[in-house]
């Protein structure tokens, strides 16, 4: 058994017309065993994103919903779920997209007001 517990899987070699494996003749079948180790990477919660939007850019409190899902998919991850982990983190990710496209387009607008402003003349 495996101490990692992962499953073993044995390919038999083929076989030739006699029941030998080609190229040996009266010599019995070796099987090979395989041992494949998948190791996942715990899923990201995008914690220094979800600051930094809560910090700089908190539109309608879309960065304090993101760090406190952060916080959650960290937590998931040192309880060892990486399934509830990695919905957290999703969740964190897509509040984090938004939060950071509202305040660049708001930023962009103020910008633009601003320069049509002092080029009319009325700021």
Not at 11 to 16: A, F, K, R
Not at 30 to 55: G, K, M, R
Not at 74 to 92: F, H, I, Q
Request: glycine residues 8%; charged residues 10%; aromatic residues 12%.
């Amino acid at each position: 058994m495996n101490p990692a517990g992962y499953r073993a899987e044995a390919i038999p070699l083929q076989v030739g017309q006699h029941g030998w494996p080609p190229g040996q003749q009266g010599v019995a079948t070796v099987v090979q065993y395989t041992t494949v180790n998948i190791n996942t990477e715990p899923p990201p919660d995008h914690i220094i994103w979800s600051l930094c939007c809560f910090v700089y850019s908190n539109p309608f409190c879309l960065g304090l919903a993101a760090l406190i899902y952060s916080i959650k998919s960290r937590d998931r991850k040192v309880a060892g779920d990486l399934e509830g982990a990695r919905g957290y983190g999703s969740t964190a990710r897509c509040l984090n997209i938004v939060s950071t496209i509202l305040a660049v387009t708001s930023f962009l607008i103020f910008i633009i007001i601003f320069i049509a402003l002092s080029v009319s003349g009325y700021y």
